[in-house]
């Protein structure tokens, strides 16, 4: 029902839960952190798991950062939490970029919608057809013209950022329903998928 990441003596715990993107990304930038977590995860899909987060999640949501009791419920507030204890590990540098990083990751956290709905989240490989609807295909432009952005291997150079922990978990949606991008955005989204953040984020869910 619930797997645990055991690391003992840490202040951190981070609640997740299987086939949760929310919960891919605040893995991804826990690790961009460095912070150290207690991680986890509840197996959403059956109704133990379910009662077992009902005990621990107000919300009854993934993912969840507890900290010494200070608890946060959102991806991205806590991608925001991460970033300020980090301290600063999470967005770029310079002050420009870093407000185009939190626009692409708000993006990405209330975005994408014809995507989400006709391409839903799985780390089983698609074996049907799917005909993106053309909402779809608009929303797949855009992350293309994202991808094709990326000033280094990660969206904002050599080092990732919170970007890369929203944008890595669609590049990787995609390649599952065989979206692959050519040009440099296929190098990114080759090079998010292949991501060892990623790929450890995807088995702590599994």
Same mark, same amino acid.
């Given at each position: =029902?619930?797997?645990?990441?055991?690391?003992? *003596?840490?202040? =951190?715990? /981070?609640?997740? *839960? &299987? @086939?949760?993107?929310?919960?891919?990304?605040?893995?991804?930038?826990?690790?961009?952190?460095?912070?150290?977590?207690?991680?986890?995860?509840? &197996?959403?899909?059956?109704?133990?798991?379910?009662?077992?987060?009902? #005990?621990?999640?107000? &919300? %009854?949501?993934?993912?969840?950062?507890? @900290?010494?009791?200070?608890?946060?419920?959102?991806? /991205?507030?806590?991608?925001?939490?991460?970033?300020?204890? #980090?301290?600063?590990?999470?967005?770029?540098?310079?002050?420009?970029?870093?407000?185009?990083?939190?626009?692409?990751?708000?993006?990405?956290?209330?975005?994408?919608?014809?995507?989400?709905?006709?391409?839903? $989240?799985?780390?089983?490989?698609?074996?049907? +057809?799917?005909?993106?609807? +053309?909402?779809?295909?608009?929303?797949?432009?855009?992350?293309?013209?994202? $991808?094709?952005?990326?000033?280094?291997? $990660?969206?904002?150079? +050599?080092?990732? &950022? #919170?970007? +890369?922990?929203?944008?890595?978990? =669609?590049?990787?949606? /995609?390649?599952?329903?065989?979206?692959?991008?050519?040009?440099?955005?296929?190098?990114?989204?080759?090079?998010?998928?292949?991501?060892? $953040?990623?790929?450890? #984020?995807?088995?702590?869910? %599994?």
């Amino acid at each position: =029902m619930i797997k645990i990441e055991s690391k003992g *003596g840490y202040s =951190m715990k /981070l609640y997740v *839960g &299987t @086939d949760s993107t929310w919960s891919l990304r605040a893995l991804i930038c826990l690790a961009i952190s460095q912070l150290d977590a207690q991680v986890q995860c509840f &197996t959403l899909g059956s109704e133990e798991g379910k009662r077992a987060l009902q #005990a621990v999640s107000p &919300t %009854r949501l993934v993912p969840l950062l507890d @900290d010494e009791g200070t608890t946060i419920h959102d991806s /991205l507030a806590i991608t925001e939490y991460l970033n300020e204890a #980090a301290p600063g590990r999470l967005y770029p540098t310079e002050r420009a970029q870093r407000a185009v990083c939190r626009s692409l990751c708000a993006e990405m956290h209330s975005g994408f919608l014809a995507i989400r709905q006709s391409m839903p $989240f799985t780390t089983q490989t698609v074996t049907r +057809d799917i005909q993106p609807s +053309d909402a779809a295909l608009r929303e797949i432009e855009r992350l293309t013209a994202i $991808f094709a952005a990326a000033q280094g291997r $990660f969206l904002f150079g +050599d080092a990732p &950022t #919170a970007a +890369d922990a929203f944008y890595a978990v =669609m590049a990787y949606r /995609l390649n599952r329903y065989h979206v692959v991008l050519e040009g440099r955005a296929g190098e990114y989204q080759h090079n998010a998928i292949n991501w060892d $953040f990623l790929q450890h #984020a995807l088995e702590s869910l %599994r």
